[in-house]
């Protein structure tokens, strides 16, 4: 009897530890983006961001030159790293003005559902140099 409830004991420890683990795993690497994903970010970025903020992201958009501030780098790793996705994507969806930003950055929350306000961001990500 003894022996079985240790066994039962160490086995619940087992599945405790498991389940951790994968929790942690999870945390410290995010699932690849898909392809699929990656080229929806791209279709959106092409469509309302690529006049301000260029190919790149570099900033060098037809419509840049006339911005003041000019739209920052997003491929700059320094950027990159500064940033969280909750950051960028609190930027995209309230605009410039709802971040403490320039209003000369739109917020896209009423343009772009949710899905491909986070595709963007991972197009954002892949900009990075
Ligand atoms: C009318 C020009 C314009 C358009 C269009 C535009 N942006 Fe911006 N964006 C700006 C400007 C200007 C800034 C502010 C630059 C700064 O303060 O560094 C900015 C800043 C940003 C930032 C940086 C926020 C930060 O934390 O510093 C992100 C991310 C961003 N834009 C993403 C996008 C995305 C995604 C789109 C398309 C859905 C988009 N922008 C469309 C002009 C534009």
């Known amino acids: 009897m003894r022996a079985i409830v240790s066994l039962l004991i160490s086995l619940s420890f087992l599945g405790l530890s498991c389940r951790r683990a994968t929790r942690v795993a999870a945390v410290v690497k ?11 970010g791209k279709d959106v ?15 060098d958009g037809f419509n840049s030159f006339s911005l003041d501030p000019h739209p920052r780098d997003l491929g700059d790793p320094a950027f990159q790293k500064s940033k969280s996705n909750v950051d960028l994507s609190d930027a995209i969806r309230r605009g410039g003005a709802g971040v403490g930003l320039t209003s000369l950055m ?3 929350g009423h343009t772009i559902d949710d899905r491909h306000i986070n595709a963007v961001v991972l197009y954002i990500r892949s900009l990075r140099r």
């Open 30 to 40: 995010p699932p690849r983006p898909s392809a699929y994903e990656l080229q929806l």
């Open 45 to 59: 970025y092409q469509r309302y961001c690529v006049g301000c903020h260029g190919d790149t992201g570099a900033g």
């Open 106 to 108: 739109p917020p896209w």
